[in-house]
């Protein structure tokens, strides 16, 4: 039972234009959501986060957005650049399981010239 | 510099032959955590630790096992590996399991399993 869904493998976007990546939770215990990116032979690194109490989250070029009653979280990126090719992973912490993620399957993203 | 290691980075062995993949962090984290990354599935938790001597199963422990003896040291032990279990494997750690602690990772371990 997948608890956290990204239902775009991929996404093509062209340099310098807005990308969004979205992301549906199932679980209404989850308080905390993230977002990794993923080069190739690399670990996850952690991009942004967002809590549950919150609607919006910023830094730079890369916004989070959470809309809890549709269970429902977006990145935005903007501008895009060459170098945000990656698989993004979204992922979410539930409520009292300290520090426990549960990640969606991820979406490649390919920002061309 | 701060980070997570692993190693392995590249496995391949055969079924039924006992593999340790070892996971260590110099950041004195007290959280450790071991996942799997299979296609179309994203990252799978298998075992977690909160600290020394403290471990606990994930969502797919199966197969596997771990250890905690040092608060920098999390090695995961494949008994007697099986071919479902060739995967890309993920230590992680963080600062302690209080609230917005965000995970390192690891490079990764690419194993095959014959």
């Known amino acids: 039972d997948q608890q956290v869904k990204q239902n775009s493998p991929s996404l093509s976007v062209q340099e310098g234009r807005i990308s969004i990546l979205n992301c549906d939770y199932t679980?209404?215990?989850?308080?905390?959501f993230l977002w990794y990116k993923k080069y190739p032979a690399e670990g996850p690194t952690f991009l942004i986060s967002?809590?549950?109490?919150?609607d919006k989250n910023e830094d730079g070029r890369f916004t989070v957005f959470l809309n809890k009653s549709a269970k429902h979280l977006s990145l935005h990126i903007v501008p895009s650049q060459p170098g945000d090719s990656a698989v993004y992973f979204c992922?979410?912490?539930?409520?009292?399981?300290?520090?426990?993620?549960?990640f969606g399957t991820g979406t490649r993203l390919q920002v061309t010239l | 510099e701060a980070q997570v290691t692993q190693n392995p980075r590249y496995l391949i062995t055969v079924t039924g032959k006992k593999l340790t993949v070892t996971c260590s962090q110099n950041?004195?984290?007290?959280?450790m955590s071991w996942y799997r990354q299979d296609p179309g599935l994203g990252l799978r938790q298998i075992y977690y630790?909160?600290?020394?001597?403290?471990?606990d199963k994930g969502d797919v422990p199966e197969g596997y096992k771990v250890s905690r003896k040092e608060k920098r040291n999390f090695p995961l032990i494949l008994e007697s590996p099986s071919p479902n279990q060739t995967s890309l494997y993920f230590c992680?750690?963080?600062?302690?399991?209080?609230?917005?602690?965000?995970?390192?990772f690891g490079p990764g371990t690419r194993l095959t399993v014959l």
């Open positions: 679980n209404s215990m989850f308080d905390y």
């Open positions: 630790s909160m600290n020394v001597e403290v471990t």
């Open positions: 967002i809590s549950s109490i919150k």
């Open positions: 992922a979410a912490r539930h409520t009292g399981t300290a520090s426990k993620l549960t």
């Open positions: 992680a750690s963080s600062l302690g399991s209080g609230v917005f602690n965000e995970q390192f």
């Open positions: 950041m004195n984290h007290e959280y």
